[in-house]
């Protein structure tokens, strides 16, 4: 898996950090106060992807969202008066509640010590990112991103979003380096579909809330794993192999 590799790009929202459920949440809570239709049994985080693949090529692909939310569940509000009191209602959320998944920032830490260059690629817009990277204690004290990763690259970073490859060939001009030198950790179809359009091999962190695209992200996936424990195993168990094999030569 890691062989000829250099550069680890991981999504964040739902492969590093245990986010994906909270966002449901939050866009639940939302579509309550402002909406004057129920949510029913909508799969939100589902419904949430379709939209924001759909928007993806059309400007701020959660203004668009919030319109759409707007329109569903009857909201008197602006998308924008729907946007800000999004990200209010998610505040106390990303700042206390989100941490990494079991395991994540040891898969970090290894690789870092072991001499790969990381990278964050996500479609998370910038304010959340910063609010992680400089409030969020949870991750702050277990793998501070200044400290982990070479570059972070939020939503705000591209005109595309996924599963447009844009952040990974930007990722790759700013490294120099070659998509067969990378390897792409993802959860979502989304994310799958864009290491795939990039010609990077790409590795899925099992994440729940994919499970309605199961089928069709190992399908596309080179290499899955059902937790970072697992993927700390396979790891440690290649690296250190290849370091057996050096100290016989």
Partial sequence: MLENKKVIIFDLDGTLIDSVGIWNEIDRRLIAEVGTKSVGDEDIGKQRDEKLKEYSKQGDAYLLYCGFLKEKYGATASKEE??????????????????????AEEVL?????????????STTNDHTIETYRNHNQNIIRKANFDDIFTLVYSKGAVKELKPNPEVHYKILSELGAKPEECLIVEDALI????AN???????????????GNRE??????????????????????????????????
Avoid: C
């Fill in 109 to 121: 830490k290894y690789l870092k010590r072991k001499g790969f260059t990381l990278v964050i690629a």
């Fill in 82 to 103: 729907i946007k800000k009191l999004r990200y209010e209602i998610a505040d106390n959320y990303l700042r206390n509640v989100i941490d990494y998944k079991p395991q």
């Fill in 197 to 211: 359009n990039a010609g990077i091999d790409v590795a899925v962190m099992y994440d729940k809330y994919s499970d």
């Fill in 216 to 249: 069709e992200i190992n399908r596309l996936a080179q290499y899955t794993f059902k937790d970072f424990k697992e993927m700390l195993s396979k790891i440690k168990a290649e690296l250190e192999k290849d370091k057996d094999k050096d100290e016989v030569r």
């Fill in 191 to 194: 994310g799958v579909e864009a």
